[in-house]
Nanobody
């Protein structure tokens, strides 16, 4: 079993910044990828950014140049620095981790979500 604990959400005015954190704990052999998704009311969940263990960082076009994802592999933690926030970034942000419990099997785990609200 693995738990993902997110923190750092909140309310901010347009142009402001927030930093999200997500720490994974439990039965972890490795985490090939960790990342962030978001879901706005009435919209499907969408990828924001992910980071693989070798440093690859795919971003959604809508956040390119404004958001930066990073990882501390020793702490099993992923961060999302969000700058120049826009009202359209308002959503619940979910951490997701591809966790391997051994070399041969693993699962995707999700955090509980943290609300980010950007006012104009």
């Amino acid at each position: 079993q693995v738990h993902l604990v997110e923190s750092g959400g909140g309310s901010v005015q347009a142009g402001g910044s927030l930093r999200l954190s997500c720490e994974a704990s439990g039965n972890i052999f490795s985490i090939p990828a960790m990342g962030w998704y978001r879901q706005a009311p009435g919209k499907p969940r969408e990828l924001v950014a992910t980071m693989t263990s070798d440093g690859a960082t795919p971003y959604a076009d809508s956040v390119m140049g404004r958001f930066t994802i990073s990882r501390d592999n020793a702490k099993n933690t992923v961060y999302l620095q969000m700058n120049s926030l826009k009202p359209e970034d308002t959503a619940v942000y979910y951490c997701c981790a591809d966790v391997r419990h051994s070399r041969n099997y693993g699962y995707d785990y999700w955090g509980q979500g943290t609300q980010v609200t950007v006012s104009s």
